[in-house]
């Protein structure tokens, strides 16, 4: 009986693992920039302390020098899926009944593609919950997540129109609640998108939040039971400030979130900088550099080095648009 017991919870611990996802890509009014200025977490696992640094942008793998450029009052898509560089529509984005709100954030800051995530934060986008009056518990109702899933991973963001002209962090964000009956028990995704907006009215001075200290272990949109029947939701962290807008829990795919497929639409590259973890390594494969374990060493319009240091080899995590050493 014990081992079978065992067995179970080591299945049940696999699938939620497999079950766990990144935001990944990034599309700029239906052009499709993969992962370049992507900020790509280290793994497909989430963050459960809110109170760590790692809730600002998660456990970074790799940090790019690329910045995506992006007209204030455009569509940006934020795209998610459960494995590195996978697209496919075949499986959900995130599964095994992961629900939550979707949340995206933004910070403005003096460099995009050296920011820590350490300013303050305003929220532009939600789509969170509403009740499903044909259900029963809050696993029936409609969520963030839901649509998601429904979109083969990717949500419409608009960048608000009043933004001042400059670099900024986005920071897409879900929160699963299939386990946050507990203190500790949400599990927190995101992933940060390095930008740069120009055309801008330069108007917005919304207020900020930090990261950590948005959230609170115990924020009744941090930890609740959503397995019971509930009444209401609230997502944690500040409202969308007015220059934001908001998605309607259960809508159907709109826009580039159904018509944008990968490998099909127009594709852009941005030009990146020398690879900062590039050193000389004379000698080294033919380039005389190497490149040190989680850096960019390939990837659409990539020119820097593309030999790995000792113990670590160039694979494409998200191709052919972004490799790193790993």
């Known amino acids: 009986m014990k081992s079978l017991t065992i067995a179970a919870l080591a299945a049940l611990w696999a699938q939620n693992a497999a079950a766990h996802a990144t935001f990944q890509q990034l599309w700029v009014d239906g052009v499709d920039y993969g992962s370049q200025c992507a900020r790509l977490p280290a793994s497909n696992s989430p963050v459960t302390n809110v109170a760590s640094n790692d809730v600002r942008c998660n456990v970074i793998g790799s940090r790019p020098g690329a910045k995506c450029p992006v007209k204030a009052g455009s569509t940006v898509t934020v795209e998610m899926h459960q494995q590195p560089g996978d697209r496919s529509c075949s499986s959900e984005a995130i599964g095994g009944a992961h629900y939550g709100p979707l949340m995206v954030y933004m910070s403005k800051v003096s460099d995009a593609a050296s920011a820590d995530g350490s300013t303050g934060w305003f929220k532009i986008f939600q789509d969170s919950w509403a009740k499903n009056p044909s259900g029963g518990s809050g696993d029936d109702d409609f969520w963030g997540v839901k649509d998601l899933n429904k979109c083969c991973g990717k949500m419409d963001v608009k960048i608000p129109a009043d933004l001042p002209n400059g670099d900024y962090l986005l920071r897409a ?154």
């Open 173 to 326: 964000e879900v929160i699963a609640l299939h386990t946050a009956g507990s203190p500790g028990g949400a599990q927190l995704y995101m992933t940060c998108y390095q930008l740069t907006v120009s055309g801008g009215s330069g108007t917005a001075n919304p207020s900020t939040v930090l990261f950590p200290g948005a959230y609170k272990a115990s924020d009744p949109g941090i930890q609740v039971n959503i397995h019971a029947p509930m009444s209401t939701y609230v997502a944690p962290g500040p409202a969308v400030y007015a220059g934001g807008s908001t998605k309607s829990a259960g809508s159907g795919c709109t826009g580039c979130e159904s018509t944008c497929k990968a490998g099909s639409g127009p594709s852009a590259t941005v030009s990146q900088p020398p690879t900062p973890s590039a050193t000389s390594a004379p000698g080294g494969g033919g380039s005389g550099c190497t490149v040190a374990k989680y850096g960019q060493c390939g990837g659409t319009g990539y020119t820097g080095c593309t030999n790995c240091a000792s113990g670590s080899t160039c694979s494409a995590v998200s191709p052919p648009y972004y490799s790193q050493c790993v």
